[in-house]
């Protein structure tokens, strides 16, 4: 466990904040992480659908500045930034990757299982 929980450290799990449910919403992934260090302790939980689009797509964030004191046609200044964000999908293959090969087993056995009900 240790392995896997500093993997999703180094991919930014303590970073990553629930997004807007977009793209594929069939899935809903809810991630919870806790840390206890000493005296000291920490939670994280976030809720995101999709890992794919929100590495990949995701969309854009726009600031737009208007400036009085410039001439017409500057007094607009506008940027954007792309709201994408790869971390999502690293955490989502973590959890996938983690474990031997009959661990895999159970948990694909459970969730085949909790579908079908």
């Known amino acids: 466990m240790t392995f896997a929980f500093e993997k999703l450290v180094l991919d930014g799990v303590w970073e990553l904040q629930s997004r807007p449910l977009k793209g594929k919403t069939d899935d809903i992934y809810t991630i919870s992480v806790a840390q206890i260090a000493g005296t000291r302790s920490g939670k994280h ?6 890992p794919r689009y929100l590495a990949t797509t ?6 737009i500045h208007l400036d009085k004191n410039k001439p017409v046609p500057d007094l607009l200044t506008l940027q954007s930034t792309s709201t994408a964000d790869p971390r999502y999908q690293k955490v989502v293959d973590d959890f996938a990757s983690f474990g031997p090969p009959r661990f895999k087993k159970t948990v694909a056995a459970a969730r085949e299982k909790l579908l079908k009900s």
């Open 45 to 50: 939980r976030f809720i995101f659908t999709d």
């Open 58 to 63: 995701a969309g854009r964030q726009y600031n």
